[in-house]
Nanobody, 124 residues
């Protein structure tokens, strides 16, 4: 059974940066498409970015420019670098994975493995 564990969340001032990490265990990481989602209070879970095992990435237009996803297959870890954070970025950030496919899977229903989430709070 695959397990995903996020880390790196916290409190940061607007304009600051954070890097989230998600470590995967329990199966072969290199076949997995990995993604980050976020969920703010009283809102639906929102797709942030995804990356294939070969490094192909996808960002929706609203996430381009400030967020960068990357992965280290040797460490079974995917990262989300977040720069110039804004108060509206405050949310619980979730790591998700699926076995195979492209980076264009951007909906919750396409992913069958999830982490527990890490809180990111951006203060003004």
């Amino acid at each position: 059974q695959v397990q995903l564990v996020e880390s790196g969340g916290g409190l940061v001032q607007a304009g600051g940066s954070l890097r989230l990490s998600c470590t995967v265990s329990g199966r072969t990481f290199s076949n997995y498409v990995m993604a980050w989602f976020r969920q703010a209070p009283r809102k639906e879970r929102q797709f942030v970015s995804s990356i294939t095992w070969a490094g192909g990435t996808y960002y929706p237009a609203s996430m381009k420019g400030r967020f960068t996803i990357s992965r280290d297959n040797a460490k079974n870890t995917v990262y989300l670098q977040m720069n110039n954070l804004k108060t509206e970025d405050t949310a619980v950030y979730y790591c998700a994975g699926r076995d195979g496919g492209s980076q264009y899977y951007s909906e919750v229903r396409f992913y069958d493995a999830w982490g527990q989430g890490t809180q990111v709070t951006v203060s003004s």
